[in-house]
């Protein structure tokens, strides 16, 4: 799981603090090159410290499910953070007596953030959407697209157009399941493992 035990993340914090000091040692005898080296390795561990934090928000599994690991999108480690620090994070979920699928993604800070952003802030945009509804998730506002011929559900909610928790699913008799996952996620963590 990306949610590092606290052992290893205080070994991690103390491996940060001594790359941006030797760091800034090297930047101050003007070895600007080794300097560079020093601090993104500081950045890359600062990364994965935050990979693992926003690992521990996914939500635990529904009855009758049971759930994977943690795990990035794109690889290992530091590959779940692109470019501009954004992290993308998966887990999966199996139901246990069915062939029901679910996936929950984390983005942030993430180029494919910006492209749904727009898709959130007009209706006119999801009126015109298929099989597409808005779901109120207290304050926040959720999308659910659900094709019933085909059992598959895409639940998509945004947070501060810079966070985009996703739950995708197949195998389903009705999008509940996908939507209640959605809704179990602490949005307030979230938003605190993820600030700037």
């Avoid at 992290?87 to 679910?102: H, K």
């Avoid at 952003?117 to 597409?132: E, G, H, I, K, R």
């Avoid at 996908?178 to 979230?190: I, P, R, S």
């Amino acid at each position: 799981m990306l949610s590092l035990p606290l052992a290893s993340a205080a070994a991690l914090a103390d491996e940060v603090v001594e790359q941006i000091e030797l760091g800034l040692e090297l930047y101050q005898e003007g070895d600007y090159g080794a300097a560079l080296t020093e601090l993104e390795f500081a950045v890359n561990d600062i990364r994965k410290l935050m990979s693992g934090r926003l690992g521990g928000t996914f939500p635990d599994a529904p009855s009758g499910w049971s759930a994977g690991e943690v795990e990035s999108a794109g690889g290992g480690g530091a590959a779940a953070l692109m470019g501009g620090g954004g992290a993308m994070l998966q887990r999966n979920y199996r139901e246990e007596d069915g062939e029901g699928r679910l996936e929950a993604s984390l983005m942030v800070d993430n180029p494919m953030v910006q492209g749904m952003a727009a898709l959130f802030s007009n209706p006119a945009m999801v009126a015109s959407q298929p099989n597409m509804e808005r779901v109120r998730m207290g304050r926040e506002s959720a999308l659910v697209k659900w094709e019933a011929e085909r059992g598959r559900v895409e639940a998509t909610l945004m947070l501060d157009s810079r966070i985009l928790m996703q739950v995708k699913g197949q195998g389903l008799d009705s999008p509940d399941v996908a939507v209640d996952l959605l809704k179990a996620w602490d949005l307030g963590e979230v938003r605190a493992q993820a600030a700037r």
